[in-house]
């Protein structure tokens, strides 16, 4: 196991870049007046299901986060205008998570600033670094699942998004 902290290695380098995006991120909806959005994939998951509206646990497994920490998450971002509770009409005695207004201008500058972020990171990559980079997250994703890792649940695509 790395007990030292170097700065050249490939885990202190992956943490580093996790970390500066999602300051980076962070700081942008912020100063964009949409700080409240904890966890903007909730909002990008909400976005991409039929009817705009998700069960918390649905949430959670898509952000890969427990079912607590989405509660918290989605108790923020309702408290900020952005989500809000409706009755499910299959089973009235469950609640679905869905968007305000506000909470869908909120995932739309959240989308802006996930692109915007993208696209100047891979600045001055050529196709075939993007792609071989994709070739060695999968790789890594593989070699996670065969230890037990969890991959997060992918959201289903609606027709409406």
């Known amino acids: 196991m790395l007990l030292e902290?170097?700065?050249d290695t490939v885990e202190w380098l992956f943490r580093a870049f996790e970390r500066m995006h999602?300051?980076?991120i962070k700081q942008e909806l912020t100063?964009?007046?949409f700080g409240m959005a904890s966890h903007p994939r909730i909002l990008f998951m909400l976005k991409s299901r039929p009817g705009h509206t998700a069960s918390q646990k649905q949430l959670a497994d898509f952000v890969g986060i427990s079912p607590p920490t989405a509660a918290v998450s989605i108790r923020r971002m309702q408290k900020a205008g952005l989500l809000r509770r409706v009755e499910d009409t299959r089973d009235r005695r469950r609640k679905l998570v869905t968007f305000t207004a506000k909470g869908?201008?909120?995932v739309l500058e959240c989308e802006t600033v996930f692109d915007r972020t993208d696209h100047a990171v891979f600045q001055g990559f050529s196709e075939q670094e993007i792609e071989l980079l994709k070739k060695f997250y999968r790789r890594m994703l593989k070699n996670l699942k065969h230890l037990g890792a969890q991959p997060p649940t992918l959201p289903k695509r609606s027709s409406d998004s």
């Open 5 to 7: 902290c170097e700065q």
């Open 31 to 33: 100063r964009r007046g």
């Open 104 to 106: 869908l201008r909120a």
């Open 22 to 24: 999602h300051n980076y």
